[in-house]
């Protein structure tokens, strides 16, 4: 199975990095996968999964947190405002905050239900009109303004365009999140999570590379 390979190249990274192999945290994207693929990855021991959708997630998650122990559920795809409290109830970690309302939102659920998962700021470093996220020149303001409604923000998370180099983009995120005084990067996926961990990433979402690739026919 591929995921002994992954955690074996985060650990290569990491030794190239100087970085001690457990400062980043393999978020397995197992969105659109067969459950069988899943299960076997959950059978390996691993308890760190990403999806990118509310419902799908409520489709398969429910049930195999009820049959596997300690698994951590990561939402990174985008979230809207009416699916929050679901999302806010499944996941653990919500990598997609990218705007005031969504975080108005979060922040009056969490008081109803006593708690709230982790929170990353999603960063739209290419400044693309169809991708989500704040604008890099909004990240400090939105994250000040995270702060203010007392979120637990952790970091900052991007998803670079796919036919620019990512480290450009890694090492803006960087810069930002170092600047607000945030430890936690989302950044790396499939086809460029080394080169990520050599930016500094915590945490790198691995989809296709562990389960295979996905079948959307
Ligand atoms: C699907 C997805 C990934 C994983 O992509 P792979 O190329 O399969 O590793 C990572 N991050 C987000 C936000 C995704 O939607």
Known sequence: MALTEIT???????????????SVTLVAISKVQPLERVEAVLGQGHRVYGENKV??????????????????LHLVGPLQSNKTRQAMELFDVIHSVDRP?????IARIA????????????????????????????A????????DLDLPVRGLMCIPPV???????FALLAKIAERNGLAGLSMGMSADFEEAIAFGATHV??????FGERDYG
Do not use: M
């Not at 074996?8 to 457990?22: F, K, M, T, V, Y």
């Not at 309302?101 to 939102?105: E, F």
């Not at 400090?140 to 702060?147: G, I, M, N, Y």
């Not at 036919?163 to 983009?169: A, G, I, L, R």
């Open 8 to 22: 074996d190249r985060i650990a290569q990274a990491c030794a190239e990095a100087g970085r001690a192999p457990d």
């Open 111 to 138: 008081q109803e239900i006593g708690h709230c998962p982790e929170l990353f700021v999603q960063v739209n470093t290419g400044e693309e009109d169809q991708k989500a996220g704040v604008l890099p020149g909004d």
């Open 163 to 169: 036919d620019e180099t990512p480290s450009v983009h």
């Open 55 to 72: 419902q799908e997630a409520a489709g398969k998650w429910p049930d195999f947190k009820a049959r596997y122990d300690g698994v951590k």
């Open 140 to 147: 400090d303001a939105f994250v000040a303004e995270c702060r």
């Open 205 to 210: 979402r691995v989809g296709s590379a562990i």
């Open 101 to 105: 309302k969504l975080a108005n939102t």
